[in-house]
Nanobody, 113 residues
């Protein structure tokens, strides 16, 4: 059973930056795509970004975060990062990490004016 633990969320002002971390355990290989999703109150879960397992330079981003967020992965493939810059009020959400079919519990990001 893969377990995912997210960290790095918090409350920040608009224009600030945050870095989220997702660490996987319970598997030995980092060959699966890792991704970040988010869910704001009253809205559906939204794709944010993904990074492939074997080709870690291959990334994909949701339209709302392109140019502001950067996803990356460490050499072990067990940890993924989401660098979030120029945060705005619309980025307020619970951010979830996904690894293959497994999900983390989420970390809250709140952006205020």
């Amino acid at each position: 059973q893969v377990q995912l633990v997210e960290s790095g969320g918090g409350s920040v002002q608009a224009g600030s930056s945050l870095t989220l971390t997702c660490t996987a355990s319970g598997r030995t290989a980092g060959s699966y795509t890792m991704a970040w999703y988010r869910q704001a109150p009253g809205k559906e879960r939204e794709f944010v970004a993904a990074v492939q397992g074997r080709r870690r330079n291959v990334t994909e981003y949701g339209d709302s975060v392109k140019g502001r967020f950067t996803i990356s992965r460490d050499n072990t493939g067990m940890t993924a990062y989401l660098q979030m810059n120029s945060l705005n009020l619309d980025d307020t959400a619970i951010y979830y990490c996904r690894d293959n079919t497994f999900w983390g519990q989420g970390t809250q990001v709140t952006v205020s004016s």
